[in-house]
């Protein structure tokens, strides 16, 4: 399974690009051992996010979830803010970054990586 974007999957994001800010949602399900290996390429990651605008909005544990196939549940859940979807693009391509992306990678069995775009705003497609 995919974890991490392919450069063909950054540059449809920007592509579509309705303007303004961007809201990522982040479902996560842990490798064996990956959730303390997710908190450490979390740490980090921290100063990355900073320095390219991204705010952490939320970040918790799944539940049993109420509604949903099998499969569909996950272990963590993260939204992020970032100004642009070129700021997300700017920090996941900065070389320190690069450095990291290991420690996600690693940590994760499988993810959804996914920008949303605010209701009642003009969507590209």
């Known amino acids: 399974m995919a974890v991490d974007?392919?450069?063909s999957d950054l540059a449809r994001m920007l592509e579509e690009d309705p303007g303004g800010p961007v809201v990522m949602?982040?479902?996560l399900r842990f490798a064996p051992g990956g959730r303390a290996a997710y908190a450490e390429y979390s740490r980090q990651a921290a100063p990355f996010?900073?320095?390219y605008g991204g705010e952490v909005l939320y970040a918790g544990d799944g539940a049993p979830?109420?509604?949903a196939e099998d499969?569909?549940?996950w272990d963590a859940v993260l939204v992020v803010r970032y100004p642009s979807r070129e700021a997300f693009s700017?920090?996941?391509a900065d070389p320190g970054y690069q450095e990291i992306t290991h420690l996600r990678s690693g940590?994760?069995?499988e993810a959804v990586l996914q920008p949303t775009v605010p209701w009642g705003s003009?969507?590209?497609g």
């Open 5 to 7: 974007p392919s450069g």
């Open 25 to 27: 949602l982040n479902l």
């Open 90 to 92: 700017r920090m996941v």
């Open 71 to 73: 499969g569909q549940d």
């Open 65 to 67: 979830p109420l509604v």
């Open 122 to 124: 003009r969507r590209s």
């Open 107 to 109: 940590a994760l069995a």
């Open 49 to 51: 996010l900073r320095k």
